[in-house]
């Protein structure tokens, strides 16, 4: 990028045409992959209340992993922890009453174990707890920058390792090596799935939580994946759903969109460049943390439970929620008509390691490289019939032809890439116009997808904040539905920590199956607008549209 200064306009061209490739593998260059770190350096975890009387307060946590003296530390290999049969995770609404009862029975002696033991509920929900909101420095030479398993690369990989775990602990307090976790299938609008599933409603049971949202505890009230339009009507609710799945998931195709960005030592959200920061991936930005909020109990102070990450695996829905997010990364990698998709495969990724309790209470240390592939590490998720509802579902456009004319004559704004002369405030809503590579002569490489990056957006994280993007419908609102082809995804933030709670990073959305959709072909520029909900200000440094392979 350097090179652009000195030359001509022929290496302009091409300069860019390769940052707008490679961008993502060129951050990652020089690094080195987050390694364990310290754990006997450990502070507290910081929290603060998305609003109301208490919303100065900071609230501090010590979710501090027990030190075991003496503890084995073991290096995790296939061989060592194979088992013995497949565990087969069934959706959470279709398990048997029998299947039910042992669920709570292992629940119910995890939280029966002392809370020095590793393998209790206790610090099984601590060690999110203690990833997600500071407790431990970066390993390695990264010195005070935090931990953090989320908005990047790592947050897929790090929940499977830590359910895989949780599961074993699960299934050796039962004496039942078979014992799989259920998943909670929100993405059925079909056959139930898309309400708090029944078996973790019922009251006083081992897997039961209070501290839960009105609407997770009627049992009845169905999901909002991407809570978007306020419609009432429920049938546009489920296509709404159903849409926020084909966007987040099947169009979604290249790595750095559906598993984020590169996070390595060093990498800090907090205090993160245009330049450096990675970006959560499109299940995590959008539904992931919509269930959070859906679920966790808006009435208690910081959202608790499932509402903020620090308290969040104290439910165990938790668990079950994540499953189903593992879920769609193996639907994602190998279950789509398209064929299998490719995970990242630079050792940033890699060699990226982090440690947790087996059953025995033994750390274990285990590699990414370790989890890509669930039928090595012994589980599979049982198919089910309603996926394919949202992986094949085919949004309708609701604009009349292009809207860039009119925009142009009507004065939209164009916005281009960082470094733009200061940040914008995106207010309610931003209107711009974005080029397109095609208007730069940027020849489109095979398999690409057309990515719309909304760069340095840079946000408090002190209560719930959601921007929805549209292509090519200047008019969307607030309450725009978002069941149509123009919608192309939502980043749903949610509220967190005070000492880390500035989120600084760029957002990624494909939108070239929504251009084409649209019927959107030649134009040089492309209308864009993003709505913002929430009351936080959020300033971005830059809008871009490129191809990403
Ligand atoms: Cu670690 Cu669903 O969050």
Not at 120 to 141: I, T
Not at 291 to 304: D, K, Q
Not at 385 to 399: A, E, H, N, Q, Y
Not at 507 to 522: H, P, S, T, Y
Request: with cysteine.
């Amino acid at each position: 990028m350097l090179a652009m200064a000195s030359t001509g306009c022929h290496h302009l061209v091409l300069v860019l045409a390769l940052s707008q490739m490679f961008l993502p593998f060129f951050l990652s260059v020089g690094a080195d992959p987050v390694t364990v770190p310290d754990l006997s350096q450990c502070q507290l975890a910081t929290d603060r209340p998305a609003a109301g009387p208490n919303a100065q307060n900071t609230y501090r946590f010590n979710c501090c992993i027990p030190i075991v003296p003496d503890h084995k530390v073991v290096r995790f290999s296939l061989d060592a922890y194979k088992s013995p049969k497949t565990r087969v995770r069934h959706p959470a609404h279709r398990v048997s009453e029998e299947y039910i009862a042992k669920y709570n029975k292992a629940y119910a002696l995890m939280r029966a174990l002392p809370d020095t033991d590793p393998r209790s509920f206790k610090v099984q929900a601590d060690l999110h707890c203690a990833f997600c909101n500071g407790a431990y420095w970066q390993g390695g030479a990264a010195g005070n920058t935090p931990l953090q398993v989320h908005f990047s690369w790592l947050f897929l990989p790090w929940h499977r390792m830590y359910l895989y775990f949780h599961e074993r602990i699960l299934a050796s307090l039962i004496g039942d090596p078979s014992f799989a976790l259920v998943y909670w299938n929100w993405d059925d609008q079909r056959d139930g799935g898309n309400v708090l599933p029944p078996m973790f409603a019922r009251n006083s049971t081992a897997v039961f939580d209070a501290n839960r949202s009105a609407s997770a505890l009627s049992g009845s009230t169905l999901i909002r994946l991407s809570p978007a339009s306020n419609t009432t009507n429920m049938t546009l609710v489920a296509l709404e759903n159903l849409n926020a799945m084909y966007q987040a998931v099947v169009t979604a195709r290249t790595p750095d969109l559906f598993l984020g960005g590169p996070y390595v030592l060093g990498s800090d959200l907090t205090n993160s460049t245009v330049i450096s920061a990675p970006l959560g991936g499109s299940i995590e930005n959008t539904i992931h943390n919509g269930i959070h909020y859906w679920t966790g109990n808006r009435n208690s102070i910081l959202g608790e439970d499932m509402g903020t990450f620090t308290s969040a695996a104290r439910d165990p829905v938790f668990y079950s929620h994540h499953s189903n997010v593992d879920r769609l990364w193996d639907v994602w990698r190998s279950h789509l008509p398209d064929g299998e998709r490719p995970d990242f495969n630079v050792t940033d990724f890699l060699d990226a390691e982090f440690a947790f309790f087996d059953e025995y209470a033994n750390m274990v240390k285990i590699k990414v490289r370790d989890v890509l592939d669930i039928s090595k590490l012994g589980y599979k998720y049982k198919r089910v019939s309603s996926d394919k509802l949202w992986i094949r579902f085919s949004p309708v456009p609701v604009s009349n032809g292009s809207a860039l004319p009119a925009a142009v004559a009507s004065g939209v704004p164009f916005v281009g890439p960082s470094p733009l002369n200061g940040t914008i405030e995106l207010g309610k809503k931003l209107v711009a116009r974005v080029q397109r590579p095609s208007a730069l002569g940027v020849k489109r490489p095979d398999h690409s997808e057309e990515v719309l990056t909304i760069e340095g957006m840079d946000v408090m994280r002190d209560s719930f904040v959601q921007l929805v993007v549209f292509v090519n419908l200047p008019g969307a609102t607030n309450t725009t539905l978002t069941n149509s082809a123009e919608y192309v995804g939502t980043f749903n933030v949610v509220a967190s920590a005070s000492q880390h709670r500035r989120l600084m990073t760029n957002l990624k959305f494909e939108m070239g199956d929504n251009l084409k959709r649209v019927g959107i072909k030649k134009d040089d520029e492309v209308v864009i607008t993003i709505v913002v909900k929430g009351t936080e200000r959020v300033t971005i440094q830059g809008l871009r549209i490129g191809y990403e392979v």
